[in-house]
């Protein structure tokens, strides 16, 4: 029982860190554009399929995929991030929406015309089991919690020490100061907006071979995955976004097996109602950004 | 004055869509160009996009074949493909559009019991054959004939048969008695396990644990070791193929690959699910309606053919749409027309021998047909012989 208990907070920790990747991005994104990005799963999902047609097609060892994933998303992010995300910075609330949205499914369906709708077979990646105190774990998912934590400190790291982080951190606070004082607020905006796509990005080719499938559609999942993550963590704070995708990851962990495979889902909205039930604005001040 | 305005707004708009109605269906007489227009709804879209891609080019080999010979009394087969997503809401459009607009003389779909349920009442409004290919729902043929729904056809096994035949030869072959389940939170799987719970007490099992999952879900770790804990003896999963590798593969983060088997059906014979998991996949029994090993003359050309034409090898749904789009080529030649009250007709009394045996519908437009079971061994699927059960219909 208690052996079960443990084995499922592992569990829920190893999915934490996928949506936490995923999830930091997104909302340091809304900290500096005021949008929360409905395209951020489609980033995910391109650099999944990246790093898959890198291993299909060119038949290059993982880490390169890897890679490739990553950085092939992120030229897709400058092209993205000029053309779109720049234009919304201060723009009305609806604006980012809509053009999210937009640039969600031209993703989405530009990747169904390339590649055709099915499913795809992720081959790459590191999925002997391996066990560590009793836990059986895919030797890819302790992959995934170290990346995690490398992620997260050095995000810390760079908006404390470095001046691009620290002018992030100065726009998500006050744009119009910013612009008064001569940082270049679309500058960091579109910067901000290529980090958080890479991100996600890295989170997809890293998830990618315990997934195994991947398609053209995987992203959407993880967007309302998000979404409940980057309001219960304060919108726009980058540690908060951390713990509540611990909360969330564990909590649907728990509810998969004590309660039904069915409800996983339901749990982030569920427990996005209770946390603004008790605390309006998030656990984590969105005040506190970064 | 605003309402007046709109209230006479609302009539204009109203009388203009009758005039619309009346026009389309006075001037747009169905099939006048000479052909037989057949519409497929199947998901081309959406997480089950792969079985839309198999059924059309199944049904368009079908064609293919069927025009290359001369057509059907001169009529060559034009299909007009419309998207399901999967979802019956985007089923029902798509039956919508392919009625109204494209004017279609037969349907063949859906690939998902949800949408083909959906379909159902709008192709009998409509007065169009509707004949499913894929759709294993006992639900659909207990609607369908005598049952209510006349224009309803299906060319497919049903999950009672499926339930039946897969539990037997676990329990008898293979002594399992403790099972849990782990199937797709659809019409599909829901039904599978309700009529799976129908048979377990003929052979004294029971269900230890229970959960579905939605399509579309990559994390079964949880599930899979409360599955472990529970002490089940066999899993049965009635799913879709996507799900099979990633459940195969994290069996063995868990640690049960090779301890307790997948039984039901959701491809677990498929190459690339086989590679993504061996040691999960042996020992995974499953019930299908076709499988590319089916030891037959015809079922082998198909294979050879299939393969030959999309280089890629034939799954299930695509055998299945392949035979039902010659099925009703079949009762269309025996009908002589293309009126659907005719062809309906011929259908009914056809005896049409397809790769796995003759079909033939019984008063609930259901097709007779035998189900092939199987087990991986050695990382490959042994056929374990056809097994046929009559419906057992509710009175």
């Known amino acids: 029982m208690f052996y079960t208990i443990i084995e499922q907070v592992v569990n829920g920790i190893v999915s934490g860190s996928v949506y936490a990747i995923v999830a930091v991005g997104m909302t340091m994104i809304f900290g500096v554009l005021r949008a929360i990005n409905f395209a951020h799963g489609e980033y995910y999902m391109l650099g999944t399929f990246g790093a898959w047609f890198a291993i299909e097609y060119f038949d290059l060892p993982y880490p390169v995929a890897v890679v490739i994933g990553v950085v092939a998303t992120s030229v897709i992010a400058v092209v993205v991030g000029n053309v779109v995300m720049q234009r919304i910075v201060g723009a009305p609330a609806e604006a980012g929406v809509l053009a999210t949205l937009g640039v969600a499914l031209i993703l989405q369906n530009t990747i169904i015309l390339v590649f055709g709708g099915s499913y795809k077979f992720f081959s790459g990646g590191y999925i002997e089991p391996v066990t560590l105190f009793g836990f059986t774990l895919a030797e890819q998912r302790i992959l995934i919690i170290i990346v995690g934590l490398i992620v997260f400190v050095g995000l810390e790291l760079m908006v404390t020490y470095s001046r691009m982080g620290k002018a992030m951190r100065a726009v998500s606070q006050n744009i119009e100061c910013c612009a008064v004082v001569g940082i270049d607020v679309r500058h960091i905006a579109l910067w901000t907006f290529i980090l958080g796509a890479g991100l996600a990005a890295l989170s997809g080719v890293l998830t990618a071979p315990v997934n195994v499938s991947v398609y053209g559609g995987m992203g959407e999942l993880i967007t309302f995955k998000t979404l409940p993550i980057i309001i219960m963590g304060g919108l726009g704070n980058v540690r908060g976004t951390f713990v509540a995708a611990m909360i969330l990851g564990v909590a649907e962990s728990l509810v998969a097996t004590y309660v039904g495979l069915q409800f996983r889902d339901t749990v982030g909205f569920a427990t996005l109602m209770l946390v603004l039930m008790w605390r309006p604005h998030g656990l984590f001040s969105a005040q506190a950004r970064f | ?395």
Not at chain 2, 112 to 131: F, H, I, K, R
Request: with cysteine; proline share 4%.
């Open chain 2, 1 to 395: 004055m605003t309402i007046e305005l709109s209230r006479r707004g609302f009539c204009i708009g109203t009388a203009l869509i009758g005039l619309q109605t009346v026009s389309s269906s006075a001037f747009a007489a169905r099939s006048e160009d000479g052909t037989v227009r057949l519409g497929l709804v199947a998901p081309m879209s959406g997480p089950n996009a792969r079985y839309g891609a198999f059924s059309l080019r199944g049904a368009q080999m079908a064609a293919k074949e069927i025009n290359g010979a001369g057509g059907i009394g001169g009529r060559k087969i034009n299909i007009l493909a419309g998207d399901s997503q999967g979802t019956p809401v985007e089923g029902v459009s798509a039956t919508r559009r392919l009625i109204d607009q494209d004017q279609v003389d037969f349907i063949i779909g859906d690939v998902s019991s949800s949408v083909t349920l959906a379909m159902q009442p709008v192709a009998e409004d409509a007065g169009v054959l509707l004949l499913n290919a894929a759709s294993s729902n006992p639900k659909i043929t207990y609607k369908a004939g005598v049952g209510g729904f006349k224009w309803t056809y299906r060319n497919y096994p049903t999950d009672e048969n499926r339930a039946l035949i897969v539990l037997q030869y676990a329990a008898e072959k293979k002594g399992f008695t403790k099972y849990a389940v782990l199937s797709v939170d659809s019409d599909y799987g829901r039904a599978a396990i309700e009529f799976t719970k129908k048979y377990l007490p003929r052979f004294k099992s029971q269900i230890l644990t229970e959960d579905y999952y939605k399509e579309g879900e990559v994390d079964f770790r949880s599930v899979l070791s409360k599955i472990r804990d529970a002490g089940a003896q066999a899993i049965i999963m009635y799913g879709n193929a996507d799900s099979s590798p990633i459940v195969g593969r994290q069996m063995i983060e868990v640690g049960i690959a090779g301890k307790i088997p997948l039984i039901g059906n959701a491809e677990f014979n498929t190459a690339s699910t086989i590679k993504a998991a061996p040691k999960a996949m042996e020992g995974a029994i499953e019930a299908a309606a076709w499988l590319p090993a089916y030891d037959s003359e015809k079922s082998k050309a198909f294979v050879e053919k299939f393969t030959a034409e999309y280089r890629e090898a034939p799954n299930n749904h695509a055998y299945v749409h392949w035979e039902t789009t010659h099925l009703l080529a079949k009762a269309i030649e025996q009908a002589q027309s293309i009126d659907r009250e005719k062809v309906r007709a011929a259908l009914s009394k056809i005896h049409y021998a397809s790769a796995v045996g003759e079909v033939t519908f019984d008063d609930h437009n259901q097709a007779r047909l035998p189900m092939i079971l199987l087990e991986i061994e050695n990382g490959k699927p042994a056929i374990k012989g056809a097994y046929s059960a009559e419906i057992d219909y509710p009175k």
